[in-house]
């Protein structure tokens, strides 16, 4: 029996997952019919090929035809697959801008956008834009490993752009740090950039292994050394913050709306003892004010 063309959307098992299905089948039998549409398979094509690999005859059944063929394929694998973020966003970006399909009579010609697409597989949309250069690429190996959930969707772009950009680099290992490699090359001259990427298509091992090299990181300013008035400041804007940020929800009153009387308590007693050292260290610097005054007059 034929796949439909949305039973591809999700990625088939792996090796270890379909032999496991297949002994699962074996002990226990079929447990999940497998769904058919217009006589093709839109649902179940592992469990199908466990089945003829065991010669077990497979039970079907068929969509109703009600509401979208796209929906309910998702609906039927998102339960039961355990997909990670990747691989769901790849699925999303193959079925933003399908038909969305109902009865085969009366096809809509709605399309899914992105962002629909993103909401049903619970992804955002620029991981959706992501997978879709990555399809967009040809790079089946690069797709392969995205949809197997080797490899995340946002470095599957990040290789893809670089390529782009360099097609030289098409045939290096993505093992090595295509990125330094790519940074390096643009913060060259143009002559040298021209030079070097020349050396890559004549697979200069030498300029390779240069351009692989991570620049050195740059020093980082030393701090500046807090002096006294410079920790009290700070003492004082976190305060400053704190009491503006209570102002903004409504005062104390709303702060403390839902604690319990001791936690009121508490804080109410906190507050006391920090309005006493505030008073404290206001009259001491009142008095070592009114000394500078006394010893400037005279």
Known sequence: MEFHELSNIFP????????????????????EAIWTHDGKIIDGRNRFKACEQLGIKPAFRKWDGKGS???????LNLHRRHLN????????????????????????????????????LNVSVPSVKRAKKVQESGDEKLIADVESGKVAVSAAAQHVAAVTRYPELRNI????DLF????????????????ARSALLRHDQSVLAV??????????????????????????????????SVDRIGGAAALTERWTERERRAFF???CG?????????????????????????
Do not use: C, Y
């Not at 088939?12 to 447990?31: K, N, Q, T, Y």
């Not at 090359?185 to 143009?190: G, H, I, P, Y």
């Not at 030393?222 to 004082?236: F, G, I, Q, V, Y």
């Open 12 to 31: 088939m098992m792996s090796d270890a997952e379909f032999a496991a299905l297949v002994e699962d089948i074996r002990e226990h039998g079929l447990r």
């Open 69 to 75: 063929l796209i929906s309910f394929v998702v609906s």
């Open 85 to 120: 973020e990747s691989q769901r966003a790849m699925v999303a970006a193959k079925i933003a801008n399908m038909g969305v399909g109902g009865d085969s009579a009366n096809r809509s010609i709605d399309l899914f956008a992105q962002s629909t697409a993103a909401e049903m």
């Open 173 to 176: 290992s993505r093992e090595k």
């Open 180 to 195: 330094t490699i790519v940074k390096n090359l643009d913060a060259m001259a143009e002559d040298a950039r021209t030079e």
């Open 211 to 244: 351009l692989a090299e991570k620049p050195p990181m740059p020093k980082l300013a030393p701090k500046k050394k807090m002096t006294p008035a410079d920790k009290w400041r700070e003492s004082l804007a976190q305060m400053s913050r704190f009491f503006s």
């Open 269 to 271: 007693n906190e507050l």
């Open 274 to 298: 920090f309005r006493a050292a505030a008073d404290r260290h206001i009259n001491q610097l009142t008095e070592a004010q009114n000394e500078l005054g006394q010893k400037a007059a005279t």
